[in-house]
């Protein structure tokens, strides 16, 4: 049964509504447990479906500068995979550290972890400190959790010491209910998409952005041609996209023919499918001779190496990216899916004066230029398939195993999809067939 605020949220009730109403003593949420962190010992299939809980869990109290928000919808990140795997470290080491900072961040030491790094949803009370924002707002979460009086965070968010990713190295994350989120995460929703289309982008668009477009990344310019993993996946899946809104030109590789057709259906002519670059040698690109394979393949969809590799898979891609990049190219790398330690040869890095750059997340400011595309409707939501909150679990899983495309979206508070639009003229100006573009 749900809770009157709730059913007020889902009805549309207005601010003074939101305002009267209590706030829910507990509500359901996605959680790992502290007890089951040895579950994988031993184990090599870490099946994440397993180690995912929904549950009632406790409301947290609310600190000055952060806003409760109600959850329509999120997403499932390759970071909640990796909570649920317990891997590289089970993320309670993360909790406990912020135990011990003392203050209101002692409340996230718990037992249990709220996992999810993106949301969408009604903001239904603000803290004490919050100006900016109001009860009733409709909004979207930036994943990036930042300490203000760090002085590196004002030379960029991602640099201070403190920065952390909500939902995986904080908790009360996105897969609940409701959410605790700081002022400073908070962003409008674009008013064209549904509650999952919108939930669905802030960590990966924002992600990619920074990889590509900042002058924090690689700086595409317009004509590069640019070598992107995974691109149906829900990194690549924006990159592709910001590749051609920039004047650059973006070589996909995927692993279906499926997946090739979704890319040049948005507009991306040069696909390469790895299976058959790999001919059934998983291993193959991780050897000189599947690296000069891979290149053959690059050049003979383009005629030319590529300015910039978009590196995200890690282990098994990193070393044939250092050599596909050209002379003076750009490897810029913000994960390892595939495990974190690389081995390459470093000859094709310094004396072919390639560079390697390390991106993590996005600044707020970066945050709001993604959302800004969003909502204009140049970048469309990488949204794929949807799962209710109960079924997490098995979204989680579909991520592990790599059966997607795009994003995995999660209704948490939304009773079904396609609800959430405030501009159905924005919406069809972008075009449905636009907008469903990763929809199977």
Not at 184 to 190: D, E, F, G, I, R
Not at 289 to 303: F, I, L, P, Q
Request: charged share 20%; with cysteine; proline share 5%.
């Amino acid at each position: 049964m749900q809770s009157y605020m709730s059913e007020a949220v889902l009805a549309g009730a207005e601010a003074a509504e939101l305002e009267s109403l209590p706030v829910p003593d507990y509500f359901p949420a996605a959680v790992v447990r502290e007890e089951d962190a040895d579950t994988f010992q031993s184990m090599t299939d870490k099946d994440v479906s397993k180690t995912l809980h929904v549950e009632k869990v406790p409301m947290p109290e609310l600190a000055p500068d952060e806003a409760l928000v109600a959850v329509m919808a999120s997403s499932v990140n390759y970071n909640t995979v990796w909570t649920a795997m317990f891997e590289p470290v089970p993320t309670f080491q993360f909790l406990k550290s912020m135990g011990r900072n003392g203050g209101w961040e002692e409340r996230h030491d718990l037992p249990y972890h709220i996992v999810g790094s993106d949301a969408s949803g009604v903001i239904v009370r603000t803290g004490s400190s919050v100006r900016k924002w109001k009860v009733g707002d409709r909004v979207v979460i930036s994943p990036a959790y930042v300490d203000e009086q760090d002085h590196d965070t004002h030379r960029d968010g991602m640099l201070g010491e403190g920065q952390k990713a909500w939902g995986f190295e904080t908790n009360f994350g996105g897969l609940a209910h409701y959410t605790v989120v700081r002022a400073s995460q908070l962003m409008p929703k674009p008013a064209a998409l549904t509650w999952e289309e919108a939930a669905v982008n802030p960590l990966c668009a924002s992600t990619a952005y920074r990889m590509l477009v900042s002058e924090r990344g690689a700086r595409m310019k317009q004509g590069d041609i640019v070598l992107v993993w995974g691109a149906t996946g829900g990194l690549g899946a924006y990159a592709v996209q910001l590749v051609l809104n920039g004047g650059g030109i973006p070589v996909g590789v995927v692993n279906s023919p499926e997946k090739a057709e979704v890319l040049k259906s948005l507009g991306c002519s040069a696909v390469i499918d790895r299976t058959e670059v790999e001919e059934g040698d998983s291993t193959l690109l991780q050897r000189p001779e599947g690296w000069k394979k891979m290149g053959k393949a690059v050049r003979a969809a383009v005629g030319e190496d590529p300015h910039i590799v978009f590196e995200h898979v890690g282990r098994s891609t990193f070393a044939a990216s250092v050599f596909l990049a050209r002379r003076g190219g750009t490897v810029v790398t913000c994960g390892s899916s595939t495990g974190y330690e690389h081995v390459y040869d470093n000859r094709y890095l310094w004396m072919r004066l390639k560079r390697i750059i390390g991106s993590h997340g996005a600044n707020f400011h970066e945050q709001w230029e993604v959302n800004r595309l969003i909502a204009l409707g140049s970048l469309m939501p990488a949204l794929s398939e949807t799962y209710p909150l109960d079924e997490v679990g098995a979204a989680a899983r579909t991520v592990q195993l790599n059966r997607h495309m795009g994003k995995v979206g999660v209704l948490c508070l939304a009773p079904a999809t396609g609800l959430g639009v405030t501009d159905p003229s924005a919406r069809a100006r972008i075009g449905e067939q636009r907008l469903r573009a990763f929809r199977r």
